[in-house]
Nanobody, 120 residues
Framework: QVQLVESGGGLVQPGGSLRLSCAVSGNIFSIDTMGWYRQAPGKQRELVAR???????NYADSVKGRFTISRDNAKNTVYLQMNGLKPEDTAVYYC??????????????WGQGTQVTVSS
């Protein structure tokens, strides 16, 4: 069984920083793309950033230059460094990973979500 466990959310003032982490555990053969999505109240879930196995990345236009995604393949962990946070960044942030478990087909797994609130 594969699990994604997120940490690092919280309340921060505008202009502040947070770092989210997501550790993938279980009977894993390989992990492909890893990413972060977010969902604000009344809105659809949207891609924030993703990182591919080779290290290439892409970002939503709204976070370019402020957020940085990275991964540690040895730890099966993906990070999201968020700087210059704005009130409009307030949302539940979800980790996503394309995981191939041992002797099973690849599947998209999701974390439980972590709340990020940007407010003065």
């Amino acid at each position: 069984q594969v699990q994604l466990v997120e940490s690092g959310g919280g309340l921060v003032q505008p202009g502040g920083s947070l770092r989210l982490s997501c550790a993938v555990s279980g009977n894993i053969f390989s992990i492909d793309t890893m990413g972060w999505y977010r969902q604000a109240p009344g809105k659809q879930r949207e891609l924030v950033a993703r990182i591919f196995v080779g290290g290439s990345t892409n970002y939503a236009d709204s976070v370019k230059g402020r957020f940085t995604i990275s991964r540690d393949n040895a730890k099966n962990t993906v990070y999201l460094q968020m700087n210059g946070l704005k009130p409009e960044d307030t949302a539940v942030y979800y980790c996503n990973a394309a995981v191939t478990p041992m002797r099973r087909p690849s599947y998209d797994y999701w974390g439980q979500g972590t709340q990020v609130t940007v407010s003065s």
